[in-house]
């Protein structure tokens, strides 16, 4: 395999709250290759978007903290990076695109204003020339008319529009790596199948690496070649797209799985819902986190931390159950088959 | 799932509209000459993307918008005659409404017995209080909360857990009819499970009729036995669940259906998909004749000129389209 562009190793992240230390990423490690895009999948509050925050370095200082970890951009260590440093792999070699198209815009500005700002800042163009690419760039992410709307503000787009522009930004410096925040959760199904196929098609002419950060497994059996199952904070199982979603190994990757109806399956059987709620990350852990929802829990799970077990090439998962002394193992093989 | 063929009616919305007034020569038609009809018992789902009117659909059978046109039947009396002659709780004791944003929805000043009790003290004002009080213990435990949680306030629970007392509220007044606006929107994949096996027992349990409002088509197609979709505030298709999914007449179901992306890659990979062009239109000014000519690939001349009508084109399978014209075949 070639050398990963980017790599995140035993990633700990902790805010200051009032109610103590909530320690929100707790030792995730991954890699991503050029013109891959890896999946991270995972609930609210797992820790996902907490990660992408942390690869860009936008968490706020006063209140976070890195207590472990290592974030390595094309042999750099990014979070020792100094001030200026940062500002340049920003936006030009690491981008992002958020969540929300409504309010990630400055709506003070024209979309022409804030693509040349970027454009300019990182490449050595002169203003012409910047805001020709700034019209090239809304062609290329389908935006009709694009030398007119270029001088239109945010609140003259629709949803599905503003989610375009966002992507132009982000794609405007060439970045090596593109990190998407849940990029389709606020727009249609009928808008999400255009953004999906915009960002490949992009993506396979300029070899950028992609994180995509979602809920929707779906758009993971869409998008990704690789995926990451984060639980409180937790990298609980990753693995080539085909490992996962046809061999899962983990019971909360299971749980998963099975809990959301399947389109073309005949029927209504009952779904088979993850009982309880995700742990409170306030409070100090021990055992495997996923042990209270569990339905396969051993005493084990409940006091030591499980290890992280490699199932097959590049599919690892951390769970009890895959401990050679874990004897329920060979009947549980027939329910991860189901 | 349910066995509502051969049953009676119990909603029954003929050529319902409900235009909102923006301007002096401005009317939003969120909703225009709307019909369909509910079985006793049955889950009808209501589909369609935001703005195309089915929240607005949803909240003008409750009464919480006054319709433009048309009318509505319930159990086989007018509304409008129902709640003049009876007045509004009459009506409001039978149907309730589940909202989608769990966070929002439940008051954060009250407690969950009295949120829950609101209901009750209006339709039930006779009630005793100690009454009261087992009922709401009664109805937490139905949905799966605890009844020593009844003193604690809205901001103590987790979103799945308010949307469960958002239901208990629903329930409290004993309604007949409920509308689930978007109830699992807002929740977790591993919790929406949970609302929407509770919600399906509740039905069994109680006899309960749903409209299921929702975007997400895998969940609608689960819980539903029927599916209405809508476009730009009307209806373009109404059919059987597992006979929409398996057939679907109109263009705009068929995108809509391509669009979902599978949780298989091996499917979703490989699978052809219709990319709709565009966005939709502007619902102030929507498009001549058919209004999903704009975006549709089937488009053909008589699209743009002619509204098509809403035809029983199969046995039970209605559709709005002018590919199913002619009806001689």
Known sequence: MNQPILTVDGLHVAFHSQRGEVHAVRGVSFCLQKQETLAIVGESGSGKSVTAKAIMRLLPKQSTSIPAGQITYAGQNVLALPPRELQSLRGAEISMVFQDPMTSLNPTMTIGQQLVEGISKHQRLDKAAAYEKAVNMLQLVGIPNAQERIRAYPHHFSGGMRQRVGIAMALACDPKVLIADEPTTALDVTVQAQILELMKSLQQRTGTGIILITHDLGVVANMAQKVAVMYAGEVVETGPIAEIFYRPKHPYTWGLLRSMPRLDAAGNEPLIPIPGTPPDLARQQQGCPFAPRCAHVMKVCKHFSPPLTEVSSGHTAKCWLLDQRAQQQERLAGVAGG | MNEVMNNRVLLEVNHLSKHFQLGPNQTLRAVDDVSFHIWQGETLGLVGESGCGKSTVGRTLLQLYKPTGGEIRFAGERVSDMTERKGHKAYTSQMQMIFQDPYSSLNPRMTVTEIISEGLMIHRPNLAKKERKEQVSALLELVGLSSRQANRYPHEFSGGQRQRIGIARALAVEPSFIVADEPIAALDVSIQAQIVNLLMDLQRQKQLTYLFIAHDLSMVK?????????????????????ELYARPLHPYTEALLSAIPLPDPVQEQSRERIVLQGEIPNPLNPPSGCRFHTRCPKAFDICAKEIPSFAEVLPQHYVKCHLYGEKGE
Request: glycine share 4%.
């Open chain 2, 222 to 242: 689960h819980i539903s036995d029927r599916i209405a979709v809508m476009y730009l505030g009307q209806l373009v298709e109404l059919a059987a669940s597992d």
